[in-house]
Nanobody, 118 residues
Framework: HVQLVESGGGLVQPGGSLRPSCAAS????????MRWYGQAPGKERELVAF??????????RLRDSVTGRFTISRDNVKKTVYLQMNDLKNEDTAVYYC?????????WGQGTLVTVTS
């Protein structure tokens, strides 16, 4: 079945790093762009990062607030998308979700919690 499974969140101090990952199954992963969203406590879920398929040119886009600190990447052999999070700030605290937009509908991961606190 179609599924996205996330892992790699955790508790870190400001300035620290994490690398959540999202493992895909049940669809042709390499064909589709992937996205990471973040939902901070009490706030709406918002797009954080985007990566196109290789066929789409491998384009990446980041929310302005994380540009220069985060990097989205994918491994089409492992069928996994990553979010490298560096220089983490308190305002990055959120549940992070990966998403695939398939012709049959959106697929979401279960989310992984990133907590940044001193």
């Amino acid at each position: 079945h179609v599924q996205l499974v996330e892992s790699g969140g955790g508790l870190v101090q400001p300035g620290g790093s994490l690398r959540p990952s999202c493992a895909a199954s049940g669809f042709t992963f390499s064909t589709y762009p992937m996205r990471w969203y973040g939902q901070a406590p009490g706030k709406e879920r918002e797009l954080v990062a985007f990566i196109s398929s290789t066929g789409g040119g491998g384009v990446t886009r980041l929310r302005d607030s994380v540009t220069g600190r985060f990097t989205i990447s994918r491994d089409n052999v492992k069928k996994t998308v990553y979010l490298q999070m560096n220089d983490l700030k308190n305002e990055d605290t959120a549940v992070y979700y990966c998403k695939a937009e398939l012709p049959t509908g959106a697929i979401w991961g279960q989310g992984t919690l990133v907590t940044v606190t001193s």
